[in-house]
Structure formats: C-alpha cells, structure tokens
C-alpha cells in the first residue's frame, strides 16, 4: 500500500522513520554544510559539542542539523545550503553572503560536532534558541531538542519550554566559552540526558 | 556466546505481540519505530529513556520549527537525480525508476523540498569507507542523488536496485534490499529519514530494522509497489513510492488544527 489515497476526509497515515545508518557519509553531509553563517558577519557564534551515548561514549557517526532565524528573529527562506556544481557534479559550498539558516554538521571520530551560524534573535514568547534534530546508526528515529544560549537570565527564566522541564533545564543551555563560542554537548541516554522534544 | 537470527526472530514476535495486546487494551496505532527497540542492537544505548516534552505547536505558531529550511534549483544539478549518469560508464545492475509523491499528513502536496537519497550498488556494497562487506565496489556507481519536488509534489529517481548485505546484528543477518531516503517537508518538524523496500522481499520477516515497525499496516508503508507504468521501455522497471510527513507546520496551524 505504497500509493496514498487523497481523496477522503481523514488524515493519511505517515510513513514510519527508520534509522540513519552507519553509510550515508558519502550522500548527506556536504562542504561548507558547518559554515552557515555569511563570512566575517558580526553576529557569528560557534556552537560545538560531543554526542555521548548511554555509557558517556563518543558517536562517531551521528549528524546534527541546525536550523534557527536571523538575529532580528525574521526565519530565512533563503535557498542555496548545499549549492551543487553542474561541471563537476560536486558541491560549491554556500556562496558566503547570504544567510540559509540551516546546515548539517557530522561528528567526526571523536564524536565531536560543530556549527558557525548568526546569533539567533527571539521569536514568538520564548527565549531565542536553535533547533536542533540529531540522527545516528542506532537510532530508530531522529530525535529534536534546541540549543538556548546563556546570558539573558531573565528571558530563559521566562521561557515556557525551561520553565515546564524544571532541573532539566541545563541540557538545554549551551555553555559560555568567551569569543562567541558555546558548548552544546547531546546525551542520548543516561545521567544528564539531554531534554528531547516532540512537536505537535 | 553468539546471538542467533533465533534469538532475534523470538525479540521480535515478543515486541510484536506486546504492541498487539497495547493496541487491544486501547493503545493508539504507533506509526514510528519505538527508539528503544532492542533487537536492533545499535539502539541499546542510544535511545533517551525520558519521555520527549510534547510540545504543543498551536500554543505558539511563531515557532522557528513550523517553517522548513529552503532548497531551490542551484541545490541540484540537472542529473542529481538520475544516479546511472553520475560516472563515464554504466553501472552493472538493473535500472529501476523510483517515483512517488511526497504529501502532508492532510494528504496536500509538498512541493519544492528536497528529497536526498543513498544506497548499495547491485552487489549489496555501499560506496563508503567504512563499509567492509566483501563485495565489489562498481567504479561507476556513488549510489548518491538528490531531487526538488514539482509543483504536485512528485519526485522521480533513476537508479540501480540495490543489492541485500549482510551486517554483523546477529550471526547471518542480512538487510533487505533498501533505499535511504532524506526527506524535508512543509516544517521543520516534519523531517524525516527512512528507508524504501521493495516488494516480496524473502528478508522482511528476518530484518530487526523492517520489524521495528511494529504496525503491521505502517511497515507495509515502507514496501515500494511495482508500477508498470513507470517502467520505462528498453530501460527500467519502476516502483512507486508515496511519502507521507508527520508533524505540524506553519500552514498546519493556520487551517485551524
């Protein structure tokens, strides 16, 4: 049952997620995929981190992808992230001037990740943050959170989301390095699990 | 001790039986795979064990998650998605034509998203590094494409069908043959990744991947149909695919849901 009927009334079943597996690093990632902000932009931050397993090990193989508005909290819709080379079949990389808002970064073998994008501003009542949706080998289906950047004390305080998941809150918020640089590290599993989200 | 298709055939009537008698008690139909589905080994300890915090999108449509990323004609080039043409020669294999149209959860189109694909070549050999099954590699096939959906949401791939593999789950476990598919909708809520099979597999009821779905009616969703009128003459035979996105967007929450 493969060709979905339109026609009725009711809401058509989804199609079931499945796992990233361990091959698709010659098919998802691509260059320039962890630069999403425009060069030399005054709002640029580095947002980098591990993704831990249930035992506190590093993935080598899960992806993160990003996506969040500009600093004046407008969302991009912006083509161009992955813009591909017609000559050579490969990719270009983004073109340094105009801003996606998305990209796509692979923990490399330490497990570690990392992002340069713009500052994200406030939309909506909440505190600004950064989605986030991670995939591995051995996750049945990706998982989303958000990254929310320290400093506005009284703005995370009054976010819905930090405020209904209490002493949790911590995994959401990235820590402060200095010089625009935040650490975000993704728990799956275990002792400081990191907040997970499910949108409805 | 080495674990056996056995042991593993016997985990997966038993989640399977649990998800039947949830259902019977009155538990809702589960569409996804359950991220703690154990005889998939490489979940085990990367599954979270908090339930996810719902978030209620209607409560606050300004969400940076209701709106997708955008993708256009310079993401692609004129042949991403013809995956026989992306070396000098013609892969080995046979040519298959993959089509289907990706839709909303209210069956309305998704039109200009990106849809990525990746796979084994005919042998069952993936293109990757990493990758040590004892196949051969075939010089003119990636196994890698991508394509923008139309204005009715269609997509069309033409490729090689993919070999099954064998992978070290278990002791003889081997994946049916697939396609990876990468998919972003209307929202970015409603990103989805997930693999195509195709019809009367022998190794369905094998697969701890397939059967982690464990919905009889939602794994049938994942199984291509045959389509003869897609199958191009002289060329390839083809297989229709739809896909369905979950999760709310934007527009979602404007029609009032």
New interface residues.
């Given amino acids: 049952?493969?060709?979905?009927d339109?026609s009725g009334p009711e809401?058509?079943?989804?199609?079931?997620?499945?796992?990233?597996?361990?091959?698709?690093?010659?098919?998802?990632p691509f260059r320039g995929g962890e630069d999403i902000a425009p060069l030399g932009h005054r709002d640029t931050i580095t947002v980098h981190g591990y993704v831990l397993?249930?035992?506190g090990?590093p993935?080598p193989d899960a992806l993160v992808?990003l996506?969040?508005?500009r600093p004046d909290g407008t969302?991009?819709?912006?083509?161009?992230?992955?813009?591909?080379?017609?000559a050579t079949?490969g990719h270009l990389g983004r073109n340094g001037v105009e801003f996606?808002?998305?990209g796509r970064s692979q923990t490399d073998a330490d497990g570690h990740w990392y992002a340069r994008t713009l500052r994200?501003g406030v939309?909506?009542?909440?505190a600004p943050?950064l989605?986030v949706?991670v995939?591995?080998?051995?996750?049945?289906?990706?998982?989303?959170t958000r990254i929310y950047l320290p400093g506005d004390e009284a703005a995370l305080a009054a976010d819905?989301?930090l405020v209904?998941?209490g002493d949790?809150r911590d995994t959401l918020i990235a820590g402060d390095e200095g010089e625009g640089a935040y650490r975000f590290d993704i728990r799956?599993?275990?002792e400081g699990?990191?907040?997970?989200?499910?949108?409805? | 001790m080495s674990l056996t298709q056995q042991d593993i055939d016997r985990e997966i009537a038993a989640r399977h039986a649990a998800y039947e008698k949830r259902l019977a008690d009155g538990a809702p139909v589960e569409h996804h795979p359950r991220r703690d589905y154990t005889p998939y080994r490489s979940s085990v300890l990367r599954h979270p064990v908090q339930p996810p915090v719902a978030i209620d999108s209607a409560q606050d449509p300004e969400l940076v998650e209701l709106y997708s990323p955008a993708f256009g004609e310079r993401d692609i080039t004129e042949i991403d998605n013809d995956l026989t043409r992306h070396h000098r020669g013609e892969p080995v294999g046979e040519r298959i034509t993959v089509s289907g149209r990706l839709l909303d959860r209210a069956g309305r189109p998704v039109r200009g998203q990106l849809i990525e694909i990746w796979q084994a070549n005919s042998a069952g050999r993936y293109a990757h590094r990493r990758e040590q099954h004892d196949a051969p590699l075939d010089p003119n096939f990636t196994g890698a494409g991508r394509t923008l959906t139309d204005a009715e949401g269609r997509y069309r791939f033409t490729t090689i069908q993919p070999g099954p593999y064998p992978w070290r789950n278990h002791v003889n476990a081997w994946r049916p043959a697939h396609i990876h598919f990468s998919v972003f909708g209307a929202a970015f809520t409603q990103r989805l990744v997930t693999q195509m099979y195709f019809p009367n597999d022998p190794l369905f009821p094998y697969d701890p991947i397939l059967q982690s779905v464990t919905d009889d009616a939602a794994r049938q969703r994942l199984i291509a149909t045959y389509d003869h009128g897609l199958s191009v003459p002289e060329f390839s035979l083809g297989y229709h695919w739809d896909i369905v996105l979950d999760g709310p967007s934007a527009t979602w929450t404007e029609e009032g849901r």
């Fill in positions: 049952m493969t060709k979905t339109t809401q058509v079943p989804p199609t079931p997620s499945h796992t990233v597996g361990p091959f698709y690093g010659y098919a998802l397993d249930g035992a090990e993935l992808e996506w969040g508005p969302v991009p819709q912006v083509d161009g992230s992955l813009r591909r080379d017609p079949g996606t808002g998305w994200p939309r909506g009542r909440g943050y989605s949706c995939f591995a080998r051995g996750l049945l289906m990706h998982l989303f819905p989301l209904r998941v949790r799956l599993q275990g699990e990191t907040v997970f989200l499910e949108y409805r």
